[in-house]
């Protein structure tokens, strides 16, 4: 069983910048590609990036690539997402999820575990 607990979101000017984190619980951390998604009102949940075991791949929709990077430290079981340039159609709740198989990546229902996320706001 993996807890996970996502911080950092909140309100930011269009062009600005945050942080999110994803901090697991467990002591497998270093066993899962983990992932980022997203869900703006009234629309589907999207994938945003992830990362995999080692931290070695990573994998951007071309929507956020160039402006988010992943990143992830397995000594503190925590997970990155670096939010720069942001514009207003950013403006979701982020999911972080930890997917065991790690067979396909960029598919929400591939993953096992999921936090309870975390919001962002960009204002215009």
């Known amino acids: 069983q993996v807890q996970l607990v996502e911080s950092g979101g909140g309100l930011v000017q269009a062009g600005g910048s945050l942080r999110l984190s994803c901090a697991a619980s467990?002591?497998?951390?270093?066993?899962?590609?983990m992932g980022w998604f997203r869900q703006a009102p009234g629309k589907e949940r999207e994938f945003v990036t992830a990362?995999?075991?080692?931290?070695?791949?990573?994998w951007y929709a071309d929507s956020v690539k160039g402006r988010f990077t992943i990143s992830r430290d397995n000594a503190k079981n925590t997970v990155y997402l670096q939010l720069n340039s942001l514009k207003p159609e950013d403006t979701a709740v982020y999911y972080c999820?930890?997917?065991?198989?790690?067979?396909?990546?960029?598919?929400?229902?591939?993953?096992?575990?999921w936090g309870q996320g975390t919001q962002v706001t960009v204002s215009s």
């Open positions: 990362i995999s075991r080692s931290g070695g791949s990573t």
């Open positions: 467990g002591r497998t951390f270093n066993s899962y590609v």
């Open positions: 999820a930890a997917d065991l198989r790690a067979t396909r990546v960029r598919v929400g229902t591939e993953y096992d575990y």
